[in-house]
C-alpha cells in the first residue's frame, strides 16, 4: 500500500458521470431528442457518425446508456458502499425542454431528478450538478444553429433558471458548461457540435464560429452564475475546463513560446469564467484574422459580473507541442501541432498517461485563477476482462488512480492548492463520449453490456471498487 496525504475534513470524494452517457430512457417520460441521440457507435479509431435525425438500422448507444433511468436506486447504494459523499452527473435539458425553446417545462422529467437527487441524499450524497454536458436539445441545433445563434443565451438562462428553481435545496453544487474548451480542436466537426450545437458547411469559418459561439456561451454562463446566487447565496456555481496542459518538447525558445501560446488558446476561456475578462492577446488575434465577432459592451459587463465560484475541471492527461521554425505568429492549431512526448506512457485509445501534469496543471491554476478546484473528472478507460465467477482484476486502473491521486494530495498538501473535491469518471461502466463504445470501461462498477446494448446489464465489483472504498475510508491516506 502507498501512503497518501490526508485530505481536508469536508473533502469531497465522489464519481463522475453524465446523463447521455449512462440514463439511456432517451424516449421516457416526454423526453426530447438531444445530439447525443444522434451520434452513432464509433469504435477506437474509427469516429460516430452524426446522422439527420435518429434513423433506422443505425445505433445509437446513448439510448440505453447503462440503464441508470431505471436502475439508480441499485447504483446509489453501490455509491454509498463505496463511501462516496457526492455524485457528479448532469441534467439532461432534453427531460426539462425536449425541445429546448419551449415556455413551460415537462413535469415529468423534473419529477425523475427530483427522484434521483433525494435518492442520493438518503445515502448522504450530495448530487453535483453539471447544465449542459454534451447535450443540447436537437431542435435548437437544428432550428436555431445551437450556440452560434444569440437566442441560445435566452435559452440556456431559462433551463438553468428552471431546475435552479426547482432543486435549490438539493444540489448545492453547479457548473455551467463541460469542458467548454474541447472545442479549441475546431477542426474536428464533434466537439464543435457536443459543445456547441454548431453543424457548418465547407465553407464557413469554422474558428470564428467557434470563437463566437463559445462567446455566447460564456456571456450564457456568466447570466446562470448571477441568476443562481439570486435563486440562492449558498450556490456554488463553477466552470468546466477540460485541463491537459501542453509542454514544450524542448527548451527551445520557439518551443516554449509555441507551448505559451498553446496554453492561452486552450485556457483563454478559464480566464473568462475566472477573471471576467477577456485576455489581452485574443482581441489582437481576432485582428490579425480579420474576425468580425459580436461582442458587445454589455456582453463585457456581464461577463465581469458573472465569474465562477470554482474551477471544474476534468485531467485525463497532458499534450506536447512545439515551435515551427521561421514563424513568428504561433498559431498553433489543435490537434496539429501536437507531437509525441517521450516521457510517458497511453493508454489503449493513445491517451497520454502523466500524473505529474496533474499537479503541475493544479498549481497553474491556482497561480493564474485563484479559486477554489474541484477535479470533476479523472480516470483510466480500458478494456476490461470480466473472469466467468463475474470479477474484473483491474490493477491497471488502481494503479492509474493511485499516481494521480497522490499528485493531487500532493498539490494539495505539499503546495497549498485548495480543493473541493475529486469525481472519478465513470464511475460505473457507461458509453463513451468520443467512441460511443461500452468497450472503453473507466468504472469501479462493472455493467454487462456491449457496444451494441446486448447483456443483463447487471452489475457487479471490480477489484477498484473495494481499493477506492478504502481510499475514501482512510481519506486519502491508503492508496
Ligand atoms: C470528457 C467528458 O471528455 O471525458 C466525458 O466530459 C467523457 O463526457 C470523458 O466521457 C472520457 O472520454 P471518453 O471519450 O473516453 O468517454
Given at each position: 500500500m502507498t501512503k497518501g496525504y490526508k485530505m481536508p475534513k469536508g473533502f469531497l470524494w465522489g464519481g463522475a458521470v453524465a446523463a447521455h452517457q449512462l440514463e439511456g430512457g432517451w424516449e421516457a417520460d416526454g423526453k426530447g431528442v438531444s445530439i447525443a441521440d444522434v451520434m452513432t457507435a464509433g469504435r477506437n479509431g474509427v469516429p460516430r457518425k452524426v446522422t439527420d435525425g435518429v434513423k433506422d438500422g443505425e445505433i445509437y448507444p446513448n439510448h440505453w446508456g447503462n440503464d441508470f433511468y431505471h436502475r439508480y436506486p441499485e447504483d446509489d447504494k453501490l455509491f454509498a458502499e463505496m463511501g462516496f459523499k457526492c455524485f457528479r452527473t448532469s441534467i439532461a435539458w432534453t427531460r426539462i425542454f425536449p425541445n429546448g425553446d419551449e415556455v413551460e417545462p415537462n413535469e415529468a422529467g423534473l419529477k425523475f431528478y427530483d427522484d434521483m437527487f433525494d435518492d442520493l441524499l438518503s445515502h448522504g450524497i450530495q448530487p453535483v450538478v453539471t447544465l449542459?454536458?454534451?447535450?443540447?436539445?436537437?431542435?435548437?441545433?437544428?432550428?436555431?444553429?445551437?450556440?452560434?445563434?444569440r437566442k441560445m443565451i435566452d435559452f440556456f438562462l431559462h433551463f438553468a433558471k428552471t431546475v435552479f428553481e426547482r432543486y435549490q435545496d438539493k444540489v448545492k453544487y453547479w457548473m455551467t458548461f463541460n469542458e467548454i474548451n474541447n472545442q479549441t480542436a475546431w477542426s474536428d466537426p464533434h466537439p464543435l457540435l457536443q459543445n456547441s450545437g454548431l453543424q457548418l458547411n465547407d465553407d464557413d469559418n469554422w474558428e470564428?464560429?467557434?470563437?463566437?459561439?463559445?462567446?455566447?456561451?460564456?456571456?450564457?454562463?456568466?447570466?446562470?452564475?448571477q441568476a443562481g446566487?439570486?435563486?440562492?447565496?449558498?450556490?456554488?456555481?463553477?466552470?468546466?475546463v477540460a485541463m491537459c496542459p501542453i509542454y514544450p518538447l524542448t527548451a527551445k525558445p520557439q518551443d516554449i513560446m509555441m507551448a505559451e501560446r498553446a496554453m492561452q488558446k486552450r485556457y483563454w476561456y478559464g480566464d473568462v469564467h475566472c477573471l471576467g475578462e477577456y485576455p489581452k492577446w485574443l482581441p489582437k488575434y481576432f485582428d490579425r484574422k480579420g474576425f468580425d465577432m459580436d461582442i458587445t459592451a454589455a456582453d463585457l459587463a456581464t461577463l465581469k459580473a458573472g465569474t465562477v465560484d470554482y474551477v471544474g475541471f476534468s485531467y485525463y492527461m497532458s499534450f506536447v507541442t512545439k515551435g515551427r521554425d521561421g514563424d513568428s505568429d504561433y498559431d498553433f492549431k489543435e490537434p496539429e501541432?501536437?507531437?509525441?512526448?517521450?516521457?510517458?506512457?497511453?493508454?489503449?485509445?493513445?491517451?497520454?498517461?502523466?500524473?505529474?501534469?496533474?499537479?503541475?496543471?493544479?498549481?497553474?491554476?491556482?497561480?493564474?485563477?485563484?479559486?477554489?478546484?474541484?477535479?470533476?473528472?479523472?480516470?483510466?478507460g480500458a478494456y476490461d476482462k470480466r473472469e466467468a465467477d463475474g470479477s474484473v482484476h483491474d490493477d491497471y486502473r488502481i494503479s492509474y488512480f493511485r499516481d494521480h491521486i497522490l499528485a493531487m494530495e500532493q498539490a494539495v498538501a505539499l503546495d497549498g492548492v485548495d480543493l473541493i473535491g475529486y469525481t472519478p469518471w465513470g464511475c460505473i461502466d457507461l458509453v463513451s463520449a468520443s467512441t460511443g463504445?461500452?468497450?472503453?470501461r473507466y468504472g469501479f462498477i462493472y455493467v454487462d453490456a456491449d457496444d451494441n446494448g446486448q447483456g443483463s446489464f447487471d452489475r457487479s465489483k471490480k477489484?477498484?471498487?473495494?481499493?477506492?472504498?478504502?481510499?475514501?475510508?482512510?481519506d486519502g491516506e491508503d492508496l
Open positions: 449542459s454536458h454534451f447535450e443540447i436539445p436537437y431542435h435548437l441545433v437544428k432550428e436555431y444553429g445551437g450556440f452560434s445563434n470564428q464560429a467557434m470563437y463566437q459561439a463559445a462567446h455566447y456561451e460564456l456571456v450564457a454562463s456568466a447570466l446562470a452564475v446566487h439570486a435563486i440562492n447565496p449558498d450556490f456554488q456555481i463553477g466552470c468546466m501541432d501536437f507531437v509525441e512526448n517521450p516521457y510517458v506512457e497511453k493508454s489503449d485509445w493513445g491517451w497520454q498517461i502523466d500524473p505529474t501534469g496533474l499537479r503541475y496543471a493544479m498549481n497553474w491554476m491556482q497561480d493564474r485563477w485563484h479559486l477554489p478546484q474541484f477535479i470533476v473528472e479523472n480516470g483510466f463504445e461500452m468497450a472503453k477489484d477498484s471498487f473495494d481499493w477506492y472504498q478504502q481510499v475514501i475510508t482512510s
